[in-house]
């Protein structure tokens, strides 16, 4: 039963998360334009054309800061489902694709104190 009410309030944060982000943003999508990047971030190596153009859509669409918050919540957790992600690789991508995110890209980072 409490892991019932844990999931139900998990869900309700994350509709109140993707309400406050305009609806723009879902996991979902997040974690579809990082599928291109999987390689890199596990191994290393080169970059693909469409890793890049899904790294600079999630930025672009993490323009507030609920979306922010929103989206390093959903990158840790596609993280945590990804075997052998290489912390170093996950850190530099974005910088390699020309793109600066305002926040470190762990999953240690507290997403909430996002800005």
Do not use: E
């Not at 999931?7 to 509709?15: G, I, K, N, W």
């Not at 599928?35 to 507030?64: E, F, H, M, W």
């Not at 390093?72 to 600066?100: D, E, F, M, R």
């Amino acid at each position: 039963m409490v892991n019932m009410k844990l999931a139900c309030v998990v869900v309700m944060c994350m509709a109140m998360l993707y309400a406050q982000t305009g609806g723009a943003l879902t996991c979902g999508q997040i974690s579809n334009n990082l599928v291109p990047c999987v390689g890199y971030l596990q191994y290393g190596g080169l970059i693909s054309k469409r890793c890049c153009d899904g790294v600079k859509s999630i930025a672009n669409d993490a323009t507030t800061t609920p979306a922010r918050r929103f989206t390093c919540n959903c990158l840790k957790s596609a993280a945590a489902a990804v075997k052998k992600i290489n912390p170093n690789n996950a850190q530099l991508l974005p910088g390699k694709c020309g793109v600066n995110i305002p926040y470190k890209i762990s999953t240690s980072t507290n997403c909430a104190s996002i800005k």
